[in-house]
């Protein structure tokens, strides 16, 4: 068949700086076959592999991460890493990326809050806020010490024309002051900058809550927290000499607290396409669904079902229990609220909130935290179960199991709007956070997967390898006895107070 122009870019670029005379003459309008288009075709998809090995090969000099374009091959990393003498501890390719891109200038900044933040947010992938522990800790004031310019912190400058007015004198921003004054609250509260600039306050930060990058700055620091524990919550404490975890020991001159939101999971908006209602597979063929949430029944009456990182509230399989051998359900990083299969169940790193029932299970690096019903196995056809958090009291005959858990898991508690009031519990199915470890889980389950990472659904986001990954990085960066914690903060995913007018 004549062929009008190349299909290749070097072949149709060639071919267009040709005189018309021989394109023409080549036209299949004007008689032609097309043959001098097929050989610069041919000649040109060998060029472009010579043109695509080229651009390759000057990509693979540079370990970092380009907004656009071909990057260097994953195994060149550990290459690059030797020679820039870089210890690689982030789970995902893109933050062993930026290890190496940015280790020399994340030295040059060694023990900088800048290159905390910057370290925490490229290995852990987590946006981050900082505080520094010794700010936190309550000290003696020192008579004749002097003060910084209220100017200078954000703060009104008439705070240093009235020094002799006890009133705002007791409000100077600079003041090591300990004892929170209840007659103003402290909070972060939104700077308002117009578009495209920079706002005039050399305290306000910039931080990005929920997607969104918001301009703000600390309002009242000597004030009542209006929300304790959280990244605006600046007052002076008392040194917390208990050993620091997710809720504790943060108030040390040897500590630096990141506060970071709780991820969301599978119900992050705008992640998923999600089909509300429920849904029929009624024909005899294999079903395949993938990166999909289901908010209602699931109904397979024919067939077989394979799920990859979907999320499915009700499972219902009403394929005659006969089919032992091969799985009906074949699920791989998905979540489910409760689900029943008569048959095969085939799960790997999936999550069941409620009760589990099945004819014969095989699971691997997978959480039930429900109630977990199996029917009589045979020696032929047993059950299988391993690196997973099963519940206490799991009763089945030919039950294999290996390396299983029965520690609780804790999942994150988020905030919701109900009726008017702010209310804080553990996320239910389609709500954001739903089925996300929180730190307190024992590590038998955060850390309980084959590979070392957490069991059930999130084990493909990494959150509790990126966690350990930041504090691990950190340890090389940190001045010499500092020590590192990460706490979630539900209000990293609020914007702050608009401003006042």
């Keep these: 068949m004549a062929t009008e122009k190349p299909t290749t870019a070097t072949g149709t670029q060639l071919y267009g700086i040709l005189p018309e005379v021989y394109r023409t003459r080549d036209s299949v309008e004007f008689g032609g076959e097309g043959d001098l288009a097929r050989f610069l075709d041919a000649c040109g998809e060998l060029l472009d592999r010579i043109r695509a090995t080229l651009d390759q090969r000057q990509a693979d000099s540079f370990p970092d991460n380009p907004p656009s374009g071909l990057s260097c091959q994953p195994w060149l990393i550990p290459y690059f890493a030797q020679l820039l003498d870089v210890r690689l501890v982030s789970p995902e390719e893109e933050g062993r990326r ?85 007659r103003y609250p402290t909070r972060a ?15 306000a930060k910039l931080t990005t809550f929920s997607g969104t990058p918001v ?73 395949l669904l993938e990166n999909l949430i289901i908010d209602g029944t699931l109904r397979v009456t024919a067939g077989t079902l394979q799920l990859t990182r979907c999320a499915v509230r009700a499972l219902e399989v009403t394929i005659p229990a006969g089919a032992m051998e091969e799985p009906v359900v074949d699920a791989r990083e998905s979540l489910f609220d409760r689900m029943a299969v008569p048959g095969l169940a085939r799960l790997e790193y999936c999550t069941v909130l409620g009760d589990c029932e099945a004819g014969r299970l095989q699971a691997s690096d997978s959480l039930f935290a429900g109630k977990l019903e199996l029917e009589p196995g045979l020696l032929k056809n047993p059950h299988c179960v391993r690196f997973s958090r099963i519940p206490e009291g799991v009763l089945a005959t030919a039950l294999l199991t290996h390396r299983n858990t029965t520690e609780r898991p804790v999942f994150y508690v988020f905030e919701f709007d109900e009726g008017g009031a702010v209310v804080r519990r553990t996320a239910r199915f389609g709500e954001p956070g739903c089925g996300v470890l929180h730190p307190a889980t024992p590590e038998a389950v955060r850390f309980g997967a084959e590979d070392g990472g957490e069991v059930g659904a999130h084990h493909g986001w990494r959150y509790s390898l990126l966690m350990a990954a930041v504090l691990d990085k950190l340890k090389e960066f940190l001045p010499v006895g500092m020590e590192a914690v990460i706490a979630p903060d539900l209000r990293l995913h609020r914007k702050p107070f608009p401003p006042c007018d």
Excluded at 189 to 203: C, H, L, R
Excluded at 215 to 241: E, I, K, M, Y
């Design 98 to 182: 930026d290890e190496v891109a940015n280790a020399v200038a994340w030295r040059q900044r060694k023990g900088t809050l800048t290159a905390i933040e910057q370290i925490a947010e490229a290995v852990g992938q987590m946006e981050v806020e900082i505080q520094e522990g010794w700010r936190r800790t309550a000290v003696t004031p020192r008579i004749g010490m002097p003060q910084l310019p209220a100017g200078a912190l954000g703060e009104d400058p008439r705070f240093d024309e009235f020094q002799n007015h006890p009133l705002w004198a007791a409000r100077h921003p600079d003041l090591p002051t300990a004892t929170a004054d209840f």
């Design 189 to 203: 509260m939104e700077v308002a900058v117009p578009t495209g600039e920079f706002p005039s306050n050399p305290s």
């Design 215 to 287: 301009w703000w700055r600390q309002v009242n620091p000597h004030g009542a927290p209006c929300f304790p524990g959280s990244f605006d919550d600046v007052s002076r404490r008392t040194v917390d000499l208990r050993t620091p975890d997710w809720r504790q020991g943060h108030i040390h001159p040897k500590r630096v607290i990141l506060y970071a939101p709780p991820p969301l999971g599978f119900f992050e908006p705008g992640r998923f396409p999600v089909h509300t209602g429920d849904m029929l597979l009624d024909e005899e063929q294999e079903h």
